[in-house]
């Protein structure tokens, strides 16, 4: 094998990949938050084909896998819109579609998981459907949502490696490349899952450390 | 311009049947797998013997945060380094078995924590042997606690189970990488593609459901 240097020397291309994984990560985390939220909220409250519309939307991007997505998203939007996407537009659009999915689900699940108590009581003092939802009910969802949606952003994190199929030079792309060059797979590799194992471990710890300060104590 | 056509892929379309039954297998071997893998795991995390219980808690954190995409290279590229030639059937296996059993050894600690002591207790008190207790009484109830769980984490190895395209198995997402290449159909092999799996997801979702309606249906 033609070994040129060594992995290590290397490092500024694993940390440039890192930022770009975490950059994307976090775009589509946000992003997905918000449209998560709306779509949860339309498959909790809205009406019967508005509901309908939601569920086959968080279904769909349920259960494709993130593989065809950035497929999809990178060769098959360029082809079909005639408009030459970067991979990494392609990639945004695919984990934006990918983790609002994902929030949906959480945000229908915290909503759901208000006492119907809590509307009856926010109703009989008064209160109309949207000034129920701001002040009485959002407030205990949003205790309920913080957890699990630290647990969709590691999975994003975690699928943004499928990035990597489209050209973009995240962490996974930037190891294959680095692989190439200097042809020690197993280091590579073994770095790669170190990488990301103590990140995606951090973040998660962390969650769990949240979820207990935020435990609602009755 | 660019025109929806369908009928531009349509002779791609007698490889599918092959591919759908290369992700199935796949996926039903991995879920086997994994499950078998899962049960020392679980066992281990619950034993209350330090280092078994620190080993299992590592591979269950070790495989959940490490992308399967990136354990496949591991095993692919990375074994194949250190001397151990795996084909891409074998990597493909390995790297979603090994990742579905972090997620499956969790499942069944739940499920094991959700039978009362009593149980246990009155068995004993009947004075059936361990193993007896294990697989008459304890087992039954574990899996009829575990089977809605079961079937997300069945649903989650079908959709990983595209990685194997990767590293080049001929399954359902290797024939849409497939087609689209050949036939610069790209959106349209994508659209049958995702609407194949999704198919097979709720496919998978109705069976599990079906199942689990029968075991409650055995409770009363």
């Known amino acids: 094998m033609f070994a040129t240097g060594n992995v290590w020397d290397y490092w500024p291309v694993f940390v440039n990949g890192l930022l770009l994984t975490i950059e994307l990560s976090l775009i589509a985390l946000v992003v997905g938050f918000v449209l998560g939220l709306f779509i949860g909220l339309a498959r909790t409250y809205g009406p019967r084909p508005v509901r309908a519309l939601c569920t086959a939307f968080t279904e769909s991007f349920r259960s494709i896998p993130p593989l065809l997505l950035f497929f999809g998203g990178y060769y098959g939007l360029s082809y079909a819109t005639g408009l030459t996407m970067s991979p990494f537009q392609a990639s945004v659009i695919a984990m934006i579609l990918e983790a609002s999915a994902f929030m949906s689900e959480v945000v229908r699940a915290a909503f759901r998981s208000v006492d119907r108590g809590q509307w009856d009581a926010a109703r009989a003092v008064g209160l109309g459907f949207w000034a129920a939802l701001w002040t009485v009910i959002g407030p205990q969802a949003i205790r309920v949502l913080i957890p699990p949606t630290i647990g969709v952003y590691v999975a994003v994190l975690k699928d943004s490696s499928f990035a990597s199929i489209v050209g973009l030079v995240e962490l996974t792309r930037a190891g294959l490349l680095v692989r190439e060059t200097v042809g020690d797979s197993l280091t590579v590799f073994l770095l790669l899952s170190a990488i990301y194992f103590v990140i995606n471990y951090s973040i998660s710890s962390g969650a769990l450390a949240l979820e207990r300060r935020f435990r609602f104590v009755h | ?220």
């Open chain 2, 1 to 220: 311009m660019y025109q929806f056509n369908l009928r531009a892929i349509l002779v791609y379309f007698d490889r599918l049947p092959q591919s759908i039954a290369v992700t199935l297998a796949l996926t039903g071997i991995a879920v086997v797998a994994s499950t078998l893998l899962a049960f020392p795991i679980a066992k281990a995390r619950m034993s209350g013997i330090p280092p078994l219980v620190v080993l299992a808690r590592a591979y269950v954190e070790l495989f959940r945060n490490i992308p399967i995409l990136v354990l496949l290279y591991v095993y692919y590229f990375g074994l194949a380094q250190a001397g151990l030639h795996l084909s891409t059937w074998w990597a493909a296996l390995l790297a979603l078995s090994t990742n579905a059993a972090a997620y499956c050894a969790e499942i069944l600690r739940a499920g094991y924590s959700a039978i009362p002591s009593g149980q246990r207790e009155a068995a004993r008190s009947l004075g059936l042997r361990a193993w007896q207790i294990e697989v008459f009484v304890v087992l039954p109830q574990v899996a009829r606690v575990i089977i809605p769980p079961f079937a997300n984490h069945c649903i989650g190895v079908l959709l990983g189970s595209s990685i194997a395209a990767v590293v080049g198995v001929a399954d359902l997402a290797d024939w849409m990488l497939a087609t689209g290449s050949d036939s610069f159909r790209y959106m349209e092999s994508f659209l049958v593609a995702a609407t194949i799996y999704i198919v097979l997801c709720q496919g998978v979702a109705a069976v599990i459901a079906a199942i689990d309606r029968r075991a409650r249906a055995g409770l009363r």
